[in-house]
């Protein structure tokens, strides 16, 4: 009988008399044995439990469940761990396309570049991800110059706070605001929501004085129907607000994006009915097109 046969094992183990059995024979000692008798150093343990006689082993004798797991996962689902890998990269970029935004000094950089060789004085879209996501908005829109300077994700807040970078340097000569529901999500009141936009169209109209702001009203998503009244009341404040203050345009896109009956359209909307699609997008367009045509915007 070999030393490690005769060393005790500790006591507890469930792989008969003295401990838990190695592969080979030999019993743990403290450590983990592998095939041939040499001992694993001490500071790993064996599992204590019993084991499975089925099921892969890994080379040391003790059993790696996950790892089987994931590849009869992978091999279910027919993905390779590079189409897994793949997979979870689109969805990290997925989530912050629709819900996060990038950091100021990132995003300012990105609009720096993609209209360094505009003129000042064009029509910039500034608001949260039904802006942002609007790829086509260019297209859309034609033949009016416009830049896209959305923020998914955005409140009013994050508007003010932003508009040192992504907004007072590009001069422009009309903005399109679009806020919707993100603030109702938050639990904010309609009372602040309409405080915070009486503070938020101030600032820009004292720091772009000869600018013309058109509002766009918030938008019917079948996804949050249940803020709808909440939209509904603010925009019926933001009609108000705009028609008292000069160089304030309201657009209510209400009965563009609704049936006649005033019920939702989920099929002018994505997935999740809070982002309109490129059907919704075009529809969206239309009341747009006429307000730019009205106030002579730059082609």
Not at 73 to 81: D, H, N, V, Y
Not at 199 to 207: E, L, V
Request: glycine content about 12%.
């Amino acid at each position: 009988m070999s030393k490690s046969d005769r060393r005790a094992n500790p006591p507890g183990g469930d792989g008969g008399p003295g401990g838990p059995q190695t592969p080979g024979g030999s019993r743990s000692t403290g450590g983990s044995q592998v095939p041939g008798g040499s001992q694993i150093p001490s500071g790993t343990q064996t599992p204590t439990g019993p084991q499975s006689p089925s099921g892969p082993q890994s080379p040391a004798g003790s059993r790696s469940p996950g790892r089987p797991r994931l590849r009869r996962a992978l091999k279910i689902t027919g993905l390779s761990l590079a189409g897994l890998l793949a997979l979870l990269t689109a969805l990290v970029y997925w989530l912050a396309g629709f819900w996060l935004w990038p950091t100021e000094g990132l995003w300012a950089r990105h609009l720096a570049s993609t209209f360094s060789d505009r003129e000042p004085g064009e029509v910039v879209f500034y608001g949260a991800s039904n802006f942002r996501l609007w790829s086509d908005l260019e297209t859309d829109l034609a033949p009016y110059r416009v830049q896209n300077h959305g923020i998914g994700g955005s409140t009013d807040q994050d508007l003010i706070e932003y508009a040192d970078r992504l907004l007072y340097p590009f001069e422009p000569s009309v903005v399109f605001i679009q806020t919707g529901s993100n603030e109702y999500v938050l639990g904010l009141s309609v009372e602040q929501v309409e405080r915070n936009k009486i503070d938020m169209y101030q600032q820009f109209r004292d720091r772009l004085p000869d600018t013309t702001f058109v509002v766009m009203s918030g938008l019917p998503l079948p996804g949050r129907a249940e803020h709808w009244d909440q939209i509904q009341e603010v925009n019926a404040f933001l009609a108000e607000y705009c028609a008292d203050h000069e160089r304030m345009v309201f657009i209510d896109a209400t009965a563009w994006l609704t049936t006649p009956e005033g019920d939702f359209r989920p099929e002018l909307f994505r997935f999740d009915g809070v982002h309109l699609n490129a059907a919704g997008q075009k529809i969206w367009a239309q009341p747009m097109l006429r307000v730019l045509a009205d106030l002579d915007a730059p082609r």
